[in-house]
């Protein structure tokens, strides 16, 4: 079984920076892939970011491509997601998840899920 804890949202204004943890325990192989999700509230869930499971080759989205970075802590299972230059319109729930395939984009992909934590960014 894997579980995945998910921290470091808050509110903050619009222009700041902000970084989000993704720790994942249990059993980890044959895990491959790590992504970060975003929901706004009455929006899809919407890809923000992925990397391999050994913190190689990270994507992103367009939208956040330039500001958002996602690494891996080396010696831990702690993916993080730092994001700078944050707008209102990045405002919502991020969730990481885990999964057995590497590079997709599409969350039924992926078969763990964290807690989601809040993003709050004002005007």
């Known amino acids: 079984q894997v579980q995945l804890v998910d921290s470091g949202g808050r509110l903050v204004q619009a222009g700041a920076s902000l970084r989000l943890s993704c720790e994942v325990f249990?059993?980890?192989?044959?895990?491959?892939?790590v992504a970060w999700f975003r929901q706004a509230p009455g929006m899809e869930r919407e890809f923000v970011a992925g990397?391999?499971?050994?913190?190689?080759?990270?994507y992103y989205a367009v939208s956040v491509k330039g500001r958002f970075t996602m690494s891996k802590y080396d010696t831990e299972n702690t993916f993080y997601l730092q994001m700078t230059s944050l707008k209102p319109a990045d405002t919502a729930m991020y969730s990481c998840?885990?999964?057995?395939?590497?590079?997709?984009?599409?969350?039924?992909?992926?078969?763990?899920w964290g807690q989601g934590t809040q993003v709050t960014v004002s005007s």
């Open positions: 998840a885990v999964g057995r395939i590497w590079g997709t984009r599409e969350p039924d992909n992926y078969d763990y």
């Open positions: 249990g059993d980890t192989w044959p895990l491959l892939g």
């Open positions: 990397i391999e499971y050994n913190g190689d080759s990270p």
